[in-house]
C-alpha cells in the first residue's frame, strides 16, 4: 500500500509557473507508472499526466502538452509536475496516484489560476 501527499499548489496569476511535489510511502512507488490528475469545479477527476516506472517515458493531455512536465525520482519516492504557462482552466484541485494500481487518494493540492 501506498500512501500520497501531494503540495505546492497556490494562488498564481495566468502565465505563471508552479511545481507540484507528491511524496509517497510505504512500497510500491518505485515500480508503478504515476501520474498527475486533476478536479476542476464542477467536473470529473482527469489524468493530465502520466510517467513511465523508471522515468523514461511521458505522456501528457492535449490540455496541458507543452506546458506541464512531469518527472519523478524513485530514490526520494518523489513525483513532480512543473507547471508553465498557466491558464485559469488549469484551476483545479491536482493530485497523484498510480495508473494501473489506485491507491488511496491524497488530499490534494490547489492550484488557482488568475486571469
Known amino acids: 500500500q501506498v500512501s500520497l501527499v501531494e503540495s505546492g499548489g497556490g494562488l498564481v496569476q495566468a502565465g505563471g509557473s508552479l511545481r507540484l511535489t507528491c511524496v509517497a510511502s510505504g512500497s510500491g512507488f518505485s515500480g508503478n507508472r504515476m501520474g498527475w490528475y486533476r478536479r476542476a469545479p464542477g467536473k470529473q477527476r482527469e489524468l493530465v499526466a502520466r510517467i513511465s516506472s523508471g522515468g523514461s517515458s511521458t505522456d501528457y493531455a492535449d490540455s496541458v502538452k507543452g506546458r506541464f512536465t512531469i518527472s519523478r525520482d524513485n530514490a526520494k519516492k518523489t513525483l513532480y509536475l512543473q507547471m508553465n504557462s498557466l491558464k485559469p482552466d488549469d484551476t483545479a484541485v491536482y493530485y497523484c496516484?498510480?495508473?494501473?494500481?489506485?491507491w488511496g487518494w491524497g488530499q490534494g493540492t490547489q492550484v488557482t489560476v488568475s486571469s
Open positions: 496516484n498510480g495508473i494501473v494500481n489506485i
